[in-house]
């Protein structure tokens, strides 16, 4: 079992940045690829980014590759997104979530709450 935390959503003006944070307890994550995923209300669930917590690979959809930037601290068992020249397409809940090595994105073992990032024009 793994508990996630999401945490750093708001309010941003567009252009602006965020960071946000996903903490993870109750287990290693060393088998695992931590992503990043957003939900608009009216929406599909949109794959953002991902990182493989063993090796630190990264993989980026198009629509944020350039902008956002994943990465994790090992030691505190934290994952980040920073956010960067912001969008008023941006806004949406973001989560994360776990998957095993092999699973596909989308195919989650765990997940978070959640965490609002609004960005207005």
């Known amino acids: 079992q793994v508990d996630l935390g999401e945490s750093g959503g708001g309010l941003v003006q567009a252009g602006g940045s965020l960071r946000l944070s996903c903490a993870a307890s109750g287990g290693t994550l060393s088998s695992y690829i931590i992503d990043w995923f957003r939900q608009a209300p009216g929406k599909e669930r949109e794959f953002v980014a991902a990182i493989s917590w063993s090796g630190g690979s990264t993989y980026y959809a198009d629509c944020v590759k350039g902008r956002f930037t994943i990465s994790r601290d090992t030691a505190k068992n934290t994952v980040y997104l920073q956010m960067s020249s912001l969008k008023p397409e941006d806004t949406a809940a973001y989560y994360c979530?776990?998957?095993?090595?092999?699973?596909?994105?989308?195919?989650?073992?765990?997940w978070g709450q959640g965490t609002q990032v609004t960005v207005s024009s």
């Open positions: 979530a776990v998957r095993s090595v092999g699973r596909p994105i989308g195919l989650y073992d765990y």
